[in-house]
Structure formats: C-alpha cells, structure tokens
C-alpha cells in the first residue's frame, strides 16, 4: 500500500440511529475485516489529524463505514452529503483472524459493532454475535442474513436483556471469540475467556499518523509497547496488558 491519502466521493451519508451514521464511498477500495482507514472530511488544518474508522463493509466498487459522532471531526463528516469528496487513507493495521472454523462467537459493544458486518460475511465457522448498547440496537439488521444467533443487550434494557452483553456470554460454547468495544469490556471479555478459547481484541487509542510513524498510539503488550495502528488494532487478548 502507497501511504498516500486518495479522495472517496460519498454515495450516502445517512443517520441510522441518533448520532449513529453510515457512510458509503465509491471507488476502488481494498481491505480485511478488522483494517481500517483514516479518514479526513475537511479541507485545511482544522482539525488537525485525520479520524481513524474501521471498515464496515467491502463491495465493487463501495465502501461502507459505520460512525458516531463523538466529537468535531465526526460532526463534520456527518454533515457531508452525496457527491461531497473524503480524503482517506488506507487500508491500514492487521485484521481479524478468518481462519478458525467452528464456533465462533463476535462480541461488540456500541459502537464496537462498525467492523462486525463485513467480519460475519467473511467467517467460514458458526458465528453468534452478541452485542451491547448504551439503549438503541443498530447495524443488526444487515448483520443478521451471515449469523446463526444475535443475543443483544442494553443498559436501560429498552432492546433485549437489561444489562451488559457480557453477562449474556459463555466462553465454553465457543472456539474463537473476536470483540470490539470499549476497552472496559474488552477486558472482561479477556478475563473470560482466558485458558478456555482464544480471543482477539481490536483495541481502540487515539491516532496521529495512522501508519506506525508517531509512536502516538502505542499500548502495553507482552513483548513492550507496540503500535494499535501497526502491530493491531487486532491483538490476541493475551499479548494485551490488562490495568485493572
Ligand atoms: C482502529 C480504530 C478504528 C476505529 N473505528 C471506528 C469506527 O468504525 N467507527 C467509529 O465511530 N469510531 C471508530 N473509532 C474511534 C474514532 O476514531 C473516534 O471516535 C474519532 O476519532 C473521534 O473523532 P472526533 O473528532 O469526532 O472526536 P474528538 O473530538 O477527537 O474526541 C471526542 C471524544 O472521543 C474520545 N475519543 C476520540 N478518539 C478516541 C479513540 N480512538 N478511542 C477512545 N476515545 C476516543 C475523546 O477522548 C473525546 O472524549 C476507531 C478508532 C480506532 C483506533
Ligand atoms: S498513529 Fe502514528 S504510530 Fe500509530
């Protein structure tokens, strides 16, 4: 890949639930699930660093990302509409483990869900994914035609059971666990499933460069410090560090 950043012109940018957008891109695309993209929606300095976001899906010639709006450079990608241009740059980072059959079991919490699609379509095994929102349920809908089971969970319990998703979830059903989340519960997830299944984190920090050059985004591994945009952002869930 040319570390050179390339225009994306927006086909839809559309609110699929309050603060939540799905933003699709024409052009020729490439990437694995898990791998993302930095993504910069305005011209000028301001801000400053690009957004790093992970793919959501992959198709001819379009590209699907699944966004909230956390802050300004969300804010102002979501105003973009169709025919507007994105500048990105990618796909960056190592993805998801797609090897292992079996019965393999997703775990996303909020908006941990954005690379879950693209990641169901492309597992060979029996996949369950279970999901976790502050209230609204999302993305579900066009996850559910590549999953055997959905199990979600919500906090005010206005969408299936009341609580965390983590208390739907037994590690001993499963071969493989793949998560994305906050890292709260990516570490739960961790500590659940140690010394019974493998399990994989996409572990979130905040990014400059995107491409291993800054050092801005580094955490704590078993073998040192490492880069989430070089080294991850998928990490095997014992190499991480844990701080509790
Ligand atoms: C590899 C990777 C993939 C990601 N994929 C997605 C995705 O698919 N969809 C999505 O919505 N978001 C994703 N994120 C998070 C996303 O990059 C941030 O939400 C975004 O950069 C916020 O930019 P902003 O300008 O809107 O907010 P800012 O103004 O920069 O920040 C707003 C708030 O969000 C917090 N924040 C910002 N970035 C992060 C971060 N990386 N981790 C934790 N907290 C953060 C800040 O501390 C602040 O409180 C991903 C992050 C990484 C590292
Ligand atoms: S963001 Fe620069 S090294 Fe990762």
Known sequence: MKDSYKDGIIYSNTEISPNIYEIVLEGEFKGLPGQFYMIRGWNGLDPFLPRPISIADLDNGKIKFLYEVRGRGTHIISRLKKGDRLSVLGPLGNGFNLEV????????????????LYLAKNLSGEVTIYSGFRNNAYFLDQIKPYVKNIFIATEDGSNGHKGFVTELFDPSKYDLVLTCGPTPMMEVVIKMCEGQVPVYVSMESRMACGIGACLGCTIETIRGMERVCKEGPVFKGEEVVLHD
């Open 101 to 116: 059959q079996g019965k393999i079991a997703l775990l996303s919490g909020g908006i941990g869900i954005a690379p879950m």
